[in-house]
Antibody
Framework: QVQLVESGGGLVKPGGSLRLSCAAS????????MTWIRQAPGKGLEWVSY????????KYADSVKGRFAISRDNAKDSLFLQMHSLRAEDTAVYYC????????????WGQGTLVTVSS | QSALTQPASVSGSPGQSITISCTGT?????????VSWYQQHPGKAPKLMIY???NRPSGVSNRFSGSKSGNTASLTISGLQAGDEADYYC??????????FGGGTKLTVL
């Protein structure tokens, strides 16, 4: 069965960096785009970024552009989100999700990992 | 880009039907048939309920249905059950090749 397991969340100071990982299993990882979605405490969902199957195409929300970088390792069935210059407003649960192609629905989600940005 | 507009809350009694609206623009909801709906129970990850406006993934009850007219998409849940109580989010592909979510609707089953 499809499984997505995020890790790497934690407490970080404003201006700091953090790298999130998402381990995929149960499907051919290299056949799917992947995305990151976040949800601030008590708030709604916010799309963060997506990456194409090969990793050559990426897209970011304006709120994270220039600070976050999405990448993937198809040999290791893994997705990453490198986050720099973190701000308090980046505090959220970060979910990875599977997408067949740009425009497709997010059909499987991980359980999420909490990132807290606070001094 | 601003979030798609959803009502903050809706409610209904068991057995009744409810509809949740999701309003966007011609650059997102109105421009593409790539509207999805997600159900999220407290503390859980979102679950895909409807995709491409009106399609149900395997395993989702046929009590859930979707539609679209112009810039507004809708999710209808018929035969409300206690387990349907959750937050519901719409999303749409956009002309900027991004994804836009609605603000979410809290469904209360009375």
């Amino acid at each position: 069965q499809v499984q997505l397991v995020e890790s790497g969340g934690g407490l970080v100071k404003p201006g700091g960096s953090l790298r999130l990982s998402c381990a995929a299993s149960g499907f051919t990882f290299s056949d799917y785009y992947m995305t990151w979605i976040r949800q601030a405490p008590g708030k709604g969902l916010e799309w963060v970024s997506y990456i194409s199957t090969s990793g050559t195409s990426t897209k970011y929300a304006d709120s994270v552009k220039g600070r976050f970088a999405i990448s993937r390792d198809n040999a290791k069935d893994s997705l990453f989100l490198q986050m720099h210059s973190l701000r308090a407003e980046d505090t959220a649960v970060y979910y990875c999700a599977r997408v067949f192609r740009s425009g497709s629905p997010l059909d499987y989600w991980g359980q999420g990992t909490l990132v807290t940005v606070s001094s | 880009q601003s979030a798609l507009t959803q009502p903050a809350s809706v409610s209904g009694s068991p057995g009744q039907s409810i509809t949740i609206s999701c309003t966007g623009t011609s650059s997102d909801v109105g421009g593409y048939n790539y509207v999805s709906w997600y159900q999220q129970h407290p503390g859980k990850a979102p679950k895909l309920m409807i995709y491409d406006v009106s399609n149900r993934p395997s395993g989702v009850s046929n009590r859930f249905s979707g539609s679209k007219s112009g810039n507004t998409a809708s999710l209808t849940i018929s035969g409300l059950q206690a387990g349907d109580e959750a937050d519901y989010y719409c999303s749409s592909y956009t002309s900027s090749n991004t994804v836009l979510f609605g603000g979410g609707t809290k469904l209360t089953v009375l």
